[in-house]
Nanobody
Framework: QVHLVESGGGLVQAGGSLSLSCAASGRTPSSYAMGWFRQAPGKEREFVAAISWSGGRTYYADSVKGRFTISRDNAKNTVYLQMNSLKPEDTAAYYC?????????????????WGQGTQVTVSS
């Protein structure tokens, strides 16, 4: 079992920045892709960003490209999401996830482990 804990959410004004972290513990795979997803009230969970095991490949949703940056520190089993130029439409619960594969995907399919989520609220 893999346990994921997100942190760093909060309330910020439009145009501001937040940095999210997600630490993995437990029986983590020897190599795995990680992703960030978000879910606003009444909407489906959607892809935000993902990163390969080495960190050499990153993927972003069009809505966050150029504003968000995903990174990881494998020594700490931690993935980060730096969010800049935040907009009210970025308001959602943000979840990190682990995929038991080195292949990165941009959907929720294939991600086996999920965190509890951290709330990000952007005021206008």
């Amino acid at each position: 079992q893999v346990h994921l804990v997100e942190s760093g959410g909060g309330l910020v004004q439009a145009g501001g920045s937040l940095s999210l972290s997600c630490a993995a513990s437990g029986r983590t795979p020897s190599s795995y892709a990680m992703g960030w997803f978000r879910q606003a009230p009444g909407k489906e969970r959607e892809f935000v960003a993902a990163i390969s095991w080495s960190g050499g490949r990153t993927y972003y949703a069009d809505s966050v490209k150029g504003r968000f940056t995903i990174s990881r520190d494998n020594a700490k089993n931690t993935v980060y999401l730096q969010m800049n130029s935040l907009k009210p439409e970025d308001t959602a619960a943000y979840y990190c996830a682990v995929r038991r594969s080195t292949i990165v995907t941009m959907t929720t399919v294939g991600y086996s482990y999920w965190g509890q989520g951290t709330q990000v609220t952007v005021s206008s």
